[in-house]
């Protein structure tokens, strides 16, 4: 009956302040609807545990340097074979790797994108095909691969969703071995992908895998010099991470002895699957997460000081009616039941508008987010909204309806209701919070805008407009050779520049950022070659046209760039970047200088080193320049898989015309995907570009708020504190005097706010840390124009009730009082 009762004096209360109602609402349902659409997203990619069995018992096994320390995804074939042979930790090791398969025999060919695996991959995970069966052991030899997988989404778009498609024969064209018919043995279930992550900046098709086909190799036939697959491991029986990394550096230890040329630097690193995948999304959703949680607490404390108001203007009728014997209970409880119908009004709101923030996110979120597809509103989000909201409604409304209950009777009634009380000094202590998660929030947009912009604006050694980039394997059934690749990119390049508007263009194994870079080790003419135990030097390779380095506009320092020439001509000659001049030859012209690779080059065989070009960021925009040699396209270390266009106008308008091109040449070849070189940049530095821009907005949405609360605040005070002026400019104060003492007390209140988001900032810190680039967490030129603007933004707040205060009339002040 009182519940019922309260509920009806709340409805009431709120009808009768209709303004006070709507714009608690839509502040509740501001924040309510951000913290809902980023907990959408963090459920499904963070928390949501990752599709397989028992996934805590899913281990990643690195390569690691033992004396760098530095751990590579990417192993040796052949030590991921022996690590599954010789480890007593883990129950099932499966390895994998990305391949690339040619659907032909229609008018229209496909390159589809999906993962070469072992027999053993997906009972490691856990998974069984929906329809058909795994692949066999003896399926990852030579001769008895071709079998494949199909993904549920190619089987439905391409192949109709036909029930019999097991034990059908495809017209596949395998880019890395001979062969075009692969026999289809199994479809796996809806929304099953793996790998979860693509090491890729390349704007895919789509990031879900087409299929998976067995690695088909002979380990024996396999350096262990090549960084070919990742591998994936199950715990077996009690183990732990710890006793796994004890048995791996056993087996390590083990290789390094029988194998000291290749492995005597070499370890393992065992980590939880998890962070592998989560690795570098974790900080920025993080980040986000607590974002919008400062943007809640704002948004509660902008409707707290709304509500102490409203308790304050109240408080002679609070006051009579503990007189009359309402206990303070009762209060309490119809303040926060006024307080929480409130909270629930914009909590509804707030998952109405969180579908849209959802659908946004979505957007701006990074394409190699893992699990990204797989967002959606459920049954956990609408109780987390609910949940959300009732904490909300409780928090903004729990200090007015204390206050309003701890009235004083006697002074107010004696009082007529008008006195002040110390009640003002809450509003202010709210008001300073709220600057205080004001700064901490726009400081932080700060910080994440100063590093992308200094990303962005830094020298990445090569130009991004202008340039198109597209990705094309050839298969070994049609172009078996070096010279044949060689004369099939000879053919598109004539053709591609021939077309309207291409200024120039290239061919490459893998252009800067596309997460396709090619190393090997390095021996230097005149040195003798590295013992055992000894590092060796090692170097980025890249098989290149005489025109791409000028197509990407990567300029010359010394020397010259590659011709034509240079490929057809006996002499080998190589043209190498800054870093490698600098680490292969320190104290010398490297120009005339002659290096050979390993695995590549005979052990007479030498390039001489014709040009030195400048840096370019190859792995990201935020490493180290690693040392890179470019080879002629004609004498490959590996063949082109790259061509990258110069154009006049807008590149993306050039890749109809390319894709004709190349089919011109060769019908049957498609092209992977074709992506300007600009938004390869953007792509990889996505997770900052979306915590920038999210953070941005809350920024934005934090000083609005703010400035309502701060100018709430010095408007209540003044129109409180009418007589006390009249008072002051009837005894001589001036106006001037009257504008400066309310614009002093404001900023007061936004120098103390001002000083605790400072400390806060200072103490967050660290959480960005790991997203920032070129700017320390405790940049003090950041911290320093976030104060300036929020104290702008407090000034102009409150500008308009100083100006009121400075028009009081004495008298009629005087007589209202």
């Known amino acids: 009956m009182h519940m019922r009762r309260d509920l009806v004096f709340a409805l009431r209360q709120l009808r009768k302040n209709r303004g006070f109602a709507l714009a608690a609402t839509m502040t509740v349902a501001l924040g309510i609807g951000a913290n809902t659409a980023i907990f959408t997203v963090v459920r499904t990619v963070l928390l949501t545990p990752l599709p397989f069995s028992d996934p805590g018992r899913l281990t990643h096994v690195a390569a690691v340097g033992l004396k760098s320390g530095r751990a590579r995804d990417w192993v040796s074939f052949r030590d991921a074979v022996d690590w599954r042979a010789r480890n007593r930790s883990f129950s099932t090791m499966g390895s994998y790797a990305f391949g690339i398969l040619n659907l032909v025999g229609s008018d229209q060919p496909e390159a589809l994108y999906g993962a070469t695996i072992s027999s053993d991959l997906f009972p490691t995970l856990g998974v069984e095909p929906a329809l058909g069966r795994n692949f066999l052991p003896e399926e990852d030899w030579p001769g008895r691969e071709h079998v494949v997988i199909l993904s549920h989404q190619l089987w439905r778009t391409r192949f109709g969703g036909d029930t019999h498609i097991v034990g059908r024969h495809l017209h596949l064209v395998n880019v890395g071995k001979p062969g075009e018919d692969y026999v289809v043995v199994g479809v796996m279930p809806a929304g099953f992908n793996f790998p979860m992550n693509v090491p890729s900046a390349v704007s895919l098709p789509s990031r879900q895998m087409a299929f998976w086909i067995p690695f088909g190799l002979d380990p024996s036939k396999v350096s262990r010099d090549g960084r070919t697959c990742m591998v994936v491991a199950r715990l077996g029986g009690r183990g732990t991470l710890q006793l796994a990394q004890q048995d791996m550096d056993r087996v390590s230890a083990e290789l390094a002895r029988e194998y000291p040329d290749s492995n005597a630097d070499r370890g393992a690193r065992v980590s939880s699957f998890e962070d592998h995948v989560l690795g570098r999304t974790r900080p920025a959703l993080v980040l986000l997460l607590a974002s919008t949680a400062l943007l809640l607490l704002i948004a509660c404390a902008n409707i707290a000081n709304l509500l102490l108001a409203r308790a304050m203007s109240r408080t002679r009728e609070m006051a009579v009616r503990v007189a009359l014997g309402a206990s303070r209970g009762r209060i309490v409880r119809q303040w926060l039941t006024e307080s929480l119908l409130i909270a629930a009004a914009g909590g509804s709101a707030g998952y109405l508008a969180a579908v849209g923030g959802t659908a946004l996110l979505l957007k701006l979120a990074p394409e190699d987010t893992p699990r990204l597809g797989e967002t959606h509103l459920d049954a956990a989000v609408f109780f987390f909204n609910v949940a959300a909201s009732i904490l909300a409604g409780l928090l903004f409304g729990g200090l007015p309806a204390w206050r309003a209950a701890s009235v004083d009777v006697a ?64 298969p070994q059934s049609r172009y078996p050779d070096a010279a044949s690749k060689t004369e099939f990119y000879r053919k598109v390049l004539e053709r591609v520049k021939a077309i309207p508007g291409v200024q120039s263009t290239g061919a490459v194994n893998g252009v800067p950022l596309s997460g396709n870079i090619s190393s090997r080790p390095v021996r230097i003419e005149g040195r003798p070659a590295p013992g055992r135990g000894e590092n060796r030097l090692w170097s980025e390779v890249f098989s290149a046209s005489e025109d791409y380095l000028a197509t990407m506009g990567v300029a010359l320092l010394r020397g010259r760039l590659l011709t034509r020439h ?10 190498i970047n800054q870093a490698a001049a600098r680490q292969f030859w320190p104290d010398a012209n490297a120009i005339g200088k002659r290096l050979g690779m390993e695995g590549v080059d005979a052990g007479g065989q030498w390039r001489e080193v014709v040009g030195i070009v400048k840096d370019t960021a190859d792995l990201g925009l935020d490493d180290a320049a690693k040392p890179a040699i470019y080879v002629p396209m004609e004498q490959p270390v590996e063949p082109p898989q790259f061509l990258a266009v110069r154009t006049a106008g807008p590149p993306a308008g050039f890749a109809a015309a390319l894709r004709q091109a190349v ?82 007390e404001s900023m007061g209140l936004t120098a103390a706010g001002l000083v605790a988001g400072a400390a806060g900032s200072f103490v967050s810190a660290r959480w960005l840390a790991s997203l920032l680039y070129g700017v320390t967490a405790h940049d003090p030129a950041t911290l320093m124009a976030a104060c300036g603007l929020l104290a702008a933004v407090a000034l102009a707040a409150s500008c308009v009730p100083a100006r009121q205060a400075m028009r009081v009339e004495p008298m009629v002040a005087l007589r209202q009082g």
């Open 411 to 474: 002074e107010q009634i004696n009082s007529g209701g008008t006195r002040m009380t110390d009640r003002g000094r809450a509003r202010s202590w709210v008001i300073v919070a709220e600057v205080a998660l004001s700064m901490m929030l726009v400081s932080a947009a700060g910080l994440m805008a100063r590093s992308v912009a200094r990303l962005l604006t830094q020298d990445s050694g090569f130009q991004t407009d202008h340039v198109l980039t597209a990705i094309m394997v050839l």
């Open 566 to 575: 240079d490929g057809e001509s006996a002499d080998s000659t190589v043209v």
């Open 663 to 744: 089919a011109e040449v060769d019908r049957e070849q498609p092209i992977l995907v074709a992506t300007p070189m600009r938004q390869l940049v953007e792509t990889s530095i996505g997770a900052r570009r979306f915590a920038m821009q999210v953070l941005m907005a809350f920024g934005v949405l934090s000083l609005v708020l703010a400035a309502i609360g701060l100018y709430g605040v010095v408007a209540y005070s003044v129109a409180s504190r009418t007589q006390e002026i009249g008072v002051r400019v009837a005894l001589g104060a001036t106006r001037s005097g009257i504008f400066g003492l309310v614009l002093s």
